[in-house]
């Protein structure tokens, strides 16, 4: 199953895309995420998305296509995917279409009041890697894992507002899968557990 998650940021298609893979066994690859590794990890790829990624703005066109044509390529990809994060905009939805075909394409609705209170509590954790919420830590630390959280730098405020802005769903990109007849939308404003839900009656059918 090929899948991608659109949703605006915070609206928990992270976390959603985190229970997708482990239940259907395929790999979770947000373009977030590998940019934000290269970061940590200081690699080539790293020092030049650093400035780019930590200001809110959106990384270059050539070096996100090259990066995502490679990944869908390795072997744990053989079965699907779920895309998190790629494609954000036609011009990359176009290129993604030439490297393959994807089966369903879901948007995971939120209101923007809803977006903003749930960024602001956001944490990550630095052992498990996945995104938690202040109010459900235990102890101060991931309730999954017992790992230290942190905040990540593109969830302060300053920065939470670029994001909203330069991360908005084209309508373009909405309509581009809308007429290949694999586009669906649920929203997200209830709990993690009964999001999945409603996401699983999709990827079932
Ligand atoms: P995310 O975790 O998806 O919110 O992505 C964090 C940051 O990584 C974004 O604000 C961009 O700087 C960069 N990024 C992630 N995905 C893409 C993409 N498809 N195109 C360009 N930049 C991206």
């Known amino acids: 199953m090929k899948l991608l998650l659109l949703g605006p940021v915070g609206s928990g298609k992270g976390t959603q895309a985190a229970i997708i893979s482990k239940k259907y066994n395929i790999p979770h690859i947000s373009t977030g995420e590998i940019f934000r590794w290269n970061i940590q990890n200081e690699t080539e790829l790293g020092k030049i998305v650093k400035p780019i990624v930590e200001s809110g703005n959106l990384v270059p066109e050539e ?79 991931c309730e999954k894992c017992g790992g230290e959280v942190y905040v990540r730098n593109d969830d302060k405020p300053e920065v939470i507002k670029v994001r909203l802005e330069t991360n908005k769903v084209p309508n373009e990109l909405i309509d581009f899968y809308k007429n290949k007849g694999i586009f669906y939308k649920i929203d997200a404003t209830n709990d993690v557990e009964e999001t999945f839900q409603l996401l699983d009656v999709i990827l079932k059918k």
Do not use: H
């Open 63 to 141: 070096l996100t296509n090259k990066l995502v044509e490679d990944r869908i390529k390795k072997q744990d990809c053989e079965n699907g995917f779920i895309l998190d994060g790629y494609p954000r905009n036609l011009a990359q939805a176009y290129a993604l279409d030439k490297m393959t075909n994807l089966d369903k394409v879901i948007l995971i609705n939120l209101s923007e009041d809803e977006i903003i209170k749930r960024l602001s509590s956001r944490r990550m954790c630095s052992k498990c890697k996945q995104p938690t919420s202040l109010q459900w830590l235990v102890n101060g630390k």
